[in-house]
């Protein structure tokens, strides 16, 4: 059942002026995430200011490459709600090559961490298709709104973006986390190929364009 949000939810792309509320957000959606604990070392000291650095420097590639950062914004009381960030049709990105984030990942979130989350980030790219395709990197959702349709509204903004991309072969992401298994299925992604982080089986997941589902039929 698809639940009615109030009319000042609204979707918009963001900039840089809502990195702070963002980053929060973020932090609070994925340090519990079994892959980022086990990316990001979780049972030594320091694991949360390694969590909001990896975060926050996400953030800054984002918006260096002028990739799409979609939020859910309450506008009655300039509020951000949640978001999702998308890459651009490029294909595969080799991270490695950032020299920017690279650094000031080495000297924020440490090298071990660092180097964990290049293999990590490489290890999936390199299961992707080579056409063009987009992948969605990162979603999040303030703890006080969750199970209440945000996160299904944001993605039907992404898709709505994607769908009109006639240069890319769809949508991709990835998740260790069984229970969004569902919830994505149910937005018409299909399971891709799965990858092993460590311990941790990571899904790809995939929801084809619309022009490659017509073809597929």
Request: hydrophobic share 35%.
């Given at each position: 059942m698809?639940?009615?949000?109030?009319?000042?939810?609204?979707?918009?792309?963001?900039?840089?002026?809502?990195s702070r509320e963002a980053?929060?957000?973020?932090?609070?959606?994925?340090?519990?995430?079994?892959?980022y604990q086990h990316l990001l070392n979780a049972q030594k000291p320091g694991y949360k200011q390694r969590v909001r650095a990896t975060m926050r420097e996400a953030m800054r590639l984002h918006f260096a490459r002028n990739?799409?950062?979609?939020?859910?914004?309450?506008?009655?009381?300039?509020?951000?709600?949640g978001l999702a960030f998308l890459t651009g049709p490029e294909g595969r990105i080799d991270i490695s090559d950032q020299f920017?984030?690279?650094?000031?990942?080495?000297?924020?979130?440490?090298?071990?961490?660092?180097?964990?989350?290049?293999?990590?980030?490489?290890?999936?790219?390199?299961?992707?298709?080579?056409?063009p395709h987009r992948m969605l990197t990162l979603i999040g959702i303030h703890p006080d709104f969750q199970k209440q349709g945000l996160g299904r509204k944001i993605m039907e903004s992404i898709h709505d973006?994607?769908?009109?991309?006639?240069?890319?072969?769809?949508?991709f992401l990835d998740t260790g986390n069984s229970r969004y298994l569902y919830f994505y299925e149910s937005l018409g992604y299909e399971k891709y190929t799965d990858?092993?982080?460590g311990d941790i089986t990571e899904?790809?997941?995939?929801?084809?364009?619309?022009?490659?589902?017509s073809q597929a039929a």
């Open positions: 698809t639940q009615t949000l109030p009319d000042h939810f609204k979707v918009v792309r963001l900039d840089q002026s809502t980053r929060s957000i973020l932090y609070h959606s994925y340090r519990h995430e079994p892959l990739e799409t950062v979609l939020g859910v914004v309450d506008t009655e009381k300039d509020r951000l709600l920017m984030w690279r650094l000031k990942m080495f000297l924020t979130a440490g090298y071990e961490a660092t180097s964990r989350y290049i293999r990590y980030f490489q290890s999936v790219q390199d299961a992707l298709p080579e056409e973006i994607a769908d009109k991309d006639s240069n890319s072969s769809g949508i990858v092993k982080i899904t790809i997941l995939y929801r084809p364009a619309p022009n490659k589902q």
